[in-house]
């Protein structure tokens, strides 16, 4: 089988929990059946309620149908994403690093230097993810897809924080991210007006705090903020912790 355009980080970022979840379990359950490669499209038969008949396009998996009540509606459904898994995984089992998937920045809470080679790893992927923090120029139409990129963005960076050990490294690796979105914010033309930038930064901002807790030194990085005006003052709470 061809492997299509998407890949398995690309449904598990820009796909809430729930579909996910139970996309997996059917997948694992080894509900989908009869796959079959079409042309640029893959077809099969997912078994829920009753057998279902599903299809994806190889260059995005959203762009997909089934016959079940949500899929007949134009919503993107558990079955269509089953399908997507067993295609990027080509039918091989689904590790547990595969089936978990990160919205949320939080905290790793392991104490250690970062490796050489994951700090090289979190900034391309930082870099990556980057690319789906997009200005908004309209029109309207466009609106849904560009908050749509906003939020597969923040899940992609979102990982790249919960795999970050803590240390006075991470900091500055998670300090010049915050800022790095900030300007975005304030002169990059995103148009964040539902939150979902503004709401990673504040949660970073929560990772950062239970980092110092952890280790103090991590602090003394904060420094750097004390002289910016960020678009809406996120960096204060982290610059009254230097004197603490
Ligand atoms: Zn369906």
């Known amino acids: 089988m061809n492997p299509p355009d998407f ?3 690309k449904i598990k970022f820009s796909i809430d929990k729930s579909t996910f979840e139970k996309a997996v379990a059917l997948y694992k359950g080894g509900k989908v059946t009869q796959v079959r490669e079409g042309i640029r ?21 959203k762009y997909s149908s089934c016959d079940c009540y949500l899929g007949e509606n134009g919503t993107l459904c558990k079955h269509m994403v089953a399908l997507a898994l067993h295609v990027v995984k080509n039918g091989e089992p689904l590790s547990a690093q595969d089936s978990k998937q ?15 080679e994951e700090s090289e790893v979190a900034k391309r992927n ?15 139409s466009t609106w849904d897809a560009n908050q749509e990129s906003l939020e597969e963005g923040c899940s992609r960076l979102s990982a790249v924080v919960a795999r970050l050990p803590v240390h006075p490294e991470s900091t500055k690796l998670l300090i010049d991210l915050l800022l790095r979105l900030d300007k975005k914010l304030q ?16 949660e970073v901002v929560n990772v950062l705090k239970e980092y110092v807790w952890l280790d103090p030194a991590c602090k003394g990085t904060f420094v750097k903020l004390a002289k910016v005006g960020t678009c809406f003052g996120w960096e204060a709470s982290l610059v009254k912790m230097i004197d603490e």
């Not at 057998?51 to 396009?57: K, L, Q, W």
């Not at 990160?102 to 050489?116: D, M, N, V």
């Open 41 to 61: 499209s893959y077809s099969g038969v997912i078994l829920g309620t009753k057998p279902y008949r599903v299809s994806v396009e190889a260059r995005n998996y």
């Open 7 to 9: 890949t398995l980080d």
């Open 102 to 116: 990160i919205t949320e920045p939080a905290c790793s809470g392991i104490l250690c230097q970062p490796s050489a």
């Open 187 to 202: 002169m990059g033309g995103v148009d964040d007006s539902n939150g979902i930038v503004g709401g990673f930064i504040e």
């Open 126 to 140: 930082i870099t990556m993810a980057m690319r789906y923090i997009k200005p908004y120029h309209g029109p309207s």
